[in-house]
C-alpha cells in the first residue's frame, strides 16, 4: 500500500521531475517508508512506500525490468502473488525480491496488459513501456485503490490523491456543473471519471487506459458482474447458497491475510466486521487485534455500538482496543480529516475512519475491514421497494436521492449547475444497459460499481491512509462479488437484507450480533449540528471565500443555519453537514 504519481509529455520535451517530487512529498503520509522518484526523458514516475510486503529494500519502487523495458509504481497488494511468482518462475522470469510490486512486473512483461486478470486485489498501477514510448494505468475491479487525472498543454499528470495534483501545480479548479449535481443529489457521490473540480478527473475503475506517445488514449474495461443467473441458480435452496457463499468469503479473509506484519480488523459490532473476525479466527490468526471508536450521543441518539463490538471481542478472545472521542476532540479534528478528503464525502463515517485509522496505525498496518457487504448482499433499506417495481428509475431515485433536481435549482446558484437532471440521467442510462433485468439487480450493479466505489470504499482509503495504514476489503473479492450475483433478489432480500449473509453468518458468530437492529458507523454530532459543530460550518459557509465563490443561494443556506436540526435528507443525513462540508473541503484545499 502506497501511493503513486508521475507526469507524461506528449510531444518534445522532457518530464517535471520537480512536479512530481513535489506531488510524491504530498503523499507522505501514504508511504512513510521510503520515496523514490526517476525520469526518462518525457515519463517521470514517482513513488511513496508503506512496506507490508517484502520489508527490504528490493522492494523499493519506482521499480525497473530493464531487460523488458519497462519502470513501473503501484499501490495496492495483489494478494496471489506467491502462486502468480512460482508460474512465472517456470516460465523463465527471474526475481531479485519477494514483492508483489515484482511480480506485477515480470507478469506485465510475459503476459503484457492481460496479466491484470489474474491479479486478486487492490491496484492502482501506472507501467511506462520504454520501446513503444506508451503509458498503462490501470485500477482494480472496484477502484479501491485511487488514481487521478490531470491533463492540460499536452501534458497528463497522475497521482493517488488529488490534493497530490494540486501540490503538483497547473491544475484548473473551476467547479464542473455535473459534479456538483451529482455531489447535492447523490449523497456525495460523483461517478468516474469526474470530480468536482473540471481539470481532475478519476480513472475509471476495472479500466487499463493505454496512452501513445502522441497522448491520444484508449480504455479497456477488463471485468465487469453479470447479474445473469441459470435455470440451476435460479431453482438453488437457499442452504446451498449460504454454503456457496461461507466458502467464498472463507476465501476471501484467507487472501487478505496475505502479509509480512499483523493483519488486524476494524471491528464495529455489525454483522460483516464480526463475520470477518470470526474466519480469521477460523483461519488460526495469532493474538488477533480488533478496533472499535465511539462518541458522545447527541440530540438522545447513541454514538457507539460497544456492547456489540465487546460481544465479539470477549467470544473470540481478541486483543481489543476501545477508542472513545469526546465531541470536542472530534471538532478539533474536523479539519484535518476534511484535508484529508481527495474529494468531498459528506457521510459521518469519514470522522470516524479518519481517528479511528489514527489509533489504529499506532498499533498495526494492515486491517481488514467490512465495506461492501451491503451493496453486494442487498442490505439497504431502498432495495426491497424495487422488488417487482414498475418504475426502477423513480423509485431509487425516491429512495436515495437527497433532493430533487428542482428542489436543487433552488439551493445552488445557476452558474454552478447544469442544464438537466444528471443525476437522474445517470441513473437511468445505467438502469438501461443489458445484464441485469430484475429491478433489484439494477440497483444492486449501480450501487457496487458506482456508489460504493465513490463514497463507502474511497473514504475507506482516504482516511486510513492518512495514517499509513492498509484497508483491506474481503466483501469486494471479485470471485465473491460474481457469486453474489447470480444469487436471486428475494435469498438477500430475506430477513430484512442480506438475508443469504446473516445465514452464513449464523455457522460462524453469535447469533446476538445477526439479529439486532441495523447498526451504521455514529457521529450524531454531526448529524444534530449544535455549539462549536455550528460555528464551525457558520463560519465556511459566511466566510470571504463562500461569499465570493457564491455556490449557494444565500437564503437556503442561513434557513438551514437557522435550523439546523429540521432539515434531514431522505438517508437522515444533515442537509446543513452536506452543503458545509463541500464549502469546507474546497477552503481546505485552497480552492
Not at 520535451?13 to 526518462?40: K, L
Not at 455531489?183 to 471519471?193: E, F, L, N, R
Not at 433485468?437 to 491512509?465: E, S
Not at 442561513?558 to 477552503?587: C, F, I, N, Y
Request: charged share 25%; with cysteine.
Amino acid at each position: 500500500m502506497c501511493g503513486l504519481c508521475g507526469e507524461v509529455v506528449f510531444g518534445d520535451g522532457d518530464a517535471n521531475v520537480r512536479r512530481v517530487d513535489a506531488m510524491a512529498r504530498a503523499m507522505a503520509a501514504r508511504g512513510p517508508d521510503g520515496m523514490g522518484v526517476t525520469q526518462q526523458g518525457r515519463v517521470a514516475l514517482g513513488h511513496r512506500r508503506l512496506k507490508i510486503i517484502d520489508l527490504s529494500e528490493r522492494g523499493a519502487q519506482p521499480m525497473q525490468d530493464r531487460e523488458a523495458g519497462l519502470s513501473l509504481v503501484f499501490n495496492g497488494c495483489i494478494y496471489n502473488h506467491a502462486e502468480l511468482r512460482a508460474e512465472l518462475s517456470k516460465l523463465g522470469q527471474r526475481f531479485a525480491s519477494t514483492s508483489d510490486t515484482e511480480v506485477i512486473l515480470k507478469a506485465w512483461a510475459q503476459w503484457g496488459r492481460d496479466c491484470v486478470e489474474r491479479f486478486h486485489g487492490m491496484f492502482a498501477i501506472a507501467v511506462h513501456e520504454r520501446d513503444t514510448g506508451r503509458v498503462h494505468l490501470v485500477r482494480d475491479r472496484f477502484g479501491i485503490k485511487p488514481l487521478y487525472l490531470a491533463e492540460s498543454k499536452g501534458r497528463l499528470a497522475f497521482a493517488s490523491t488529488l490534493p497530490a495534483l494540486l501540490a503538483g501545480g497547473g491544475i484548473d479548479t473551476t467547479l464542473d456543473p455535473v459534479a456538483i449535481h451529482h455531489y447535492m443529489t447523490w449523497h456525495a457521490v460523483v461517478p468516474a471519471p469526474r470530480t468536482v473540480l473540471k481539470g481532475v478527473r478519476k480513472l475509471p475503475a476495472a479500466t487499463i487506459r493505454t496512452y501513445d506517445v502522441n497522448g491520444s488514449y484508449s480504455d479497456h474495461l477488463y471485468w465487469k458482474p453479470e447479474f445473469e443467473r441459470s435455470n440451476a441458480d435460479e431453482t438453488r435452496s437457499a442452504g446451498e447458497w449460504r454454503d456457496m457463499v461461507l466458502d467464498g468469503l472463507r476465501t476471501a479473509v484467507r487472501r487478505r491475510m496475505v502479509a509480512d506484519v499483523p493483519v488486524g480488523v476494524l471491528l464495529s459490532g455489525g454483522v460483516d466486521s464480526s463475520l470477518i473476525t470470526g474466519l480469521l479466527a477460523d483461519e488460526g490468526q495469532k493474538d488477533l487485534a480488533t478496533f472499535s471508536i465511539g462518541f458522545e450521543e447527541a440530540n438522545g441518539e447513541k454514538g457507539d455500538e460497544f456492547h456489540y463490538s465487546d460481544l465479539i471481542a470477549r467470544h473470540y478472545g481478541t486483543n481489543h482496543r476501545k477508542i472513545f472521542v469526546p465531541s470536542a476532540d472530534m471538532r478539533a479534528e474536523l479539519p484535518a480529516a476534511v484535508k484529508a478528503m481527495s474529494e468531498p464525502m459528506v457521510s459521518y463515517d469519514n470522522i470516524g475512519f479518519y481517528l479511528l485509522s489514527r489509533e489504529v496505525s499506532k498499533h498495526i498496518t494492515v486491517v481488514q475491514s467490512g465495506q461492501g457487504a451491503d451493496e453486494v448482499f442487498g442490505g439497504y433499506h431502498w432495495y426491497p421497494p424495487l422488488a417487482g417495481s414498475n418504475q426502477p428509475v423513480a423509485d431509487y431515485a425516491d429512495a436515495f436521492f437527497d433532493r430533487t433536481d428542482a428542489e436543487l435549482r433552488q439551493q445552488v446558484n445557476p452558474e454552478y449547475l447544469p442544464e438537466r437532471d444528471e443525476s437522474l440521467a445517470f441513473v437511468e442510462q445505467h438502469f438501461a444497459r443489458p445484464g441485469a433485468a430484475d429491478p433489484v439487480d439494477k440497483a444492486l450493479r449501480l450501487d457496487t460499481n458506482i456508489m460504493l466505489v465513490d463514497d463507502p470504499v474511497k473514504r475507506v482509503d482516504n482516511h486510513t491512509m492518512a495514517f499509513g495504514l492498509e484497508a483491506r476489503v474481503p466483501f469486494l473479492d471479485h470471485e465473491l462479488v460474481e457469486l453474489s450475483a447470480r444469487i436471486p433478489a428475494r435469498h438477500k432480500l430475506a430477513q430484512g437484507g442480506k438475508g443469504v449473509l446473516k445465514d452464513a453468518a449464523r455457522k460462524v458468530i453469535p447469533a446476538d450480533v445477526i439479529d439486532r437492529p441495523k447498526g451504521y458507523f455514529p457521529v450524531p454530532a454531526l448529524k444534530y449540528l449544535e455549539g462549536e459543530t455550528l460555528e464551525m460550518v457558520r463560519e465556511a459557509l459566511h466566510s470571504p471565500a463562500a461569499r465570493q465563490r457564491g455556490l449557494f443561494n444565500t437564503r437556503y443556506a442561513d434557513m438551514l443555519l437557522a435550523e439546523p436540526r429540521e432539515h434531514l435528507t431522505k438517508l437522515r443525513g444533515s442537509a446543513l453537514w452536506q452543503v458545509g462540508l463541500l464549502e469546507m473541503w474546497l477552503q481546505e484545499q485552497g480552492i
